[in-house]
C-alpha cells in the first residue's frame, strides 16, 4: 500500500506538473497573441422579448492559436488576470468591439449595443474612465451604443469607490449591467445606489427554469427585484422555447441564447442581422 501511495503521489506529481507546464506555455504565448493579432471578437445576439428585435449583442473573446486552435476564454482570461495582461487585452477588446460596431451603422444596420465583460482588474485601474472616453471618441461610437458588463463582486467589496467610479462611466452615456446576477453576494440596499441599466440572469438559474421550481423563483424574483429598482432585466443561456416562454411570462425583458444564435464571428453576425427582421 505504501508503495503503490508513493506510485500514486507521483502520479499526481506529474500530472500537476504537467497542468503548470501546460499553464506556462499558454502564458508566454498570451504575451505575444496581442501583438500577433491573435485573438478575435465573436458577438451574440440579445433580442427584445416583446418586438423579437436584435437591440444588442455582447462581445466574447476568444485566442486563434498558432497550433492549438481556437481557445475559448475560460482557458486563458484568468491567466491574463493574474499576470496582468487582462488590461491590453481588455483594452483591446472595447475598441475592437466598438469599431466592429460603429461599422456596422455605417453599413446602414439599425443601431444597436455592444455589451462588453470588464474584469476586476480594470476597474481598479485609475485610467478606465480615460481610456473608454478615449476609445469612444476614436471610433466615434455613440455611448448609448456601449453597455459594460461587471460583476457584483466587482463592486460589492467598495462600495463607495464603485459608486464615484460607476457614477463617471455613466456620465459618459455608456450603459452598465450586472453580469452573472444571483451566483455572487449583493447587498440589496447598496443596489439600488448603483447607476446600474439592467440585470443579467446568470444562465445557471436558466437552465433548469421550467422543471426546478428554485430556479424559477430565483429567476422570477430577480425580475421582480429589476422592476422594482426600475432597471431591465436579460436572460442569458436561453436555449429552449419552455425557457423563453416562462421569462416572457415573468417580465424578464431580453434574452441571450442557444435558441437565437450561438456567439459569431463578425461576418456571420452581418449575416444573420440581415436575416432577421422583426420576427
Ligand atoms: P459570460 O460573460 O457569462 O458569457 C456568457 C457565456 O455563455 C459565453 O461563454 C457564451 O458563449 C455562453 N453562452 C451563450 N449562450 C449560451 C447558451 O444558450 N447556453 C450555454 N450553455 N452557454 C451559452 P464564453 O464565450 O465561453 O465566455 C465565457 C466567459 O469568459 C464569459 O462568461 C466571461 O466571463 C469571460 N469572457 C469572455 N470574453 C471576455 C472578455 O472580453 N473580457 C473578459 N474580462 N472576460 C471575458
Ligand atoms: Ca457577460
Ligand atoms: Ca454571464
Ligand atoms: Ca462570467
Redesign the pocket.
Known amino acids: 500500500a505504501k508503495a503503490n501511495g508513493r506510485n500514486n503521489f507521483q502520479f499526481y506529481a506529474k500530472e500537476m506538473n504537467a497542468e503548470l507546464g501546460e499553464r506556462l506555455s499558454l502564458e508566454n504565448d498570451l504575451w505575444h497573441a496581442l501583438e500577433r493579432d491573435e485573438l478575435i471578437l465573436h458577438y ?1 445576439p440579445q433580442i427584445n422579448m416583446f418586438t423579437g428585435e436584435v437591440i444588442g449583442m ?4 476568444r485566442w486563434q492559436h498558432p497550433t492549438r486552435g481556437l481557445i ?3 482557458q486563458f ?1 484568468s491567466i491574463a488576470e493574474d499576470d496582468g495582461l ?1 488590461i491590453p487585452i ?1 483594452e483591446w ?1 472595447l475598441r475592437k468591439a466598438c469599431e466592429d460596431n460603429q461599422q456596422l451603422q455605417l453599413d446602414g444596420f439599425k443601431p444597436i449595443r455592444v455589451a ?4 476586476a482588474r480594470q476597474l481598479v485601474q485609475k485610467s478606465l474612465v480615460r481610456t473608454v472616453s478615449q476609445i469612444l471618441a476614436q471610433t466615434r461610437m455613440q455611448p448609448q451604443y456601449l453597455e459594460l ?1 461587471i460583476t457584483e463582486s466587482m463592486i460589492m467589496h467598495n462600495v463607495e469607490d464603485s459608486i464615484s467610479l460607476l457614477s463617471k462611466i455613466n456620465k459618459l452615456g455608456v450603459q452598465l449591467s450586472l ?2 446576477f444571483g451566483t455572487g453576494y449583493s447587498s440589496l440596499a447598496y443596489l439600488k445606489r448603483f447607476p446600474i441599466k439592467r440585470l443579467k440572469i446568470d ?1 445557471s438559474f436558466i437552465r433548469d427554469i421550467a422543471t426546478d421550481p428554485n430556479d424559477a423563483i430565483i429567476s422570477r424574483s430577480i425580475i421582480a427585484l429589476a422592476h422594482a429598482l426600475q432597471v431591465e432585466s436579460i436572460a ?4 429552449t422555447v419552455e425557457q423563453f416562454e416562462f421569462l416572457k411570462a415573468n417580465g424578464c425583458n431580453e434574452v ?4 437565437f444564435s ?2 459569431l464571428p463578425i461576418d456571420a453576425l452581418r449575416i444573420f442581422l440581415a436575416s432577421n427582421p422583426v420576427r
Do not use: F, M
Open positions: 451574440q455582447e462581445a466574447l473573446v475559448p476564454p475560460i482570461i487582462i481588455g477588446v462588453v465583460n470588464l474584469s458588463e453580469d452573472d444562465k442569458e443561456g436561453v436555449e441571450q441564447g442557444y435558441l450561438k456567439p
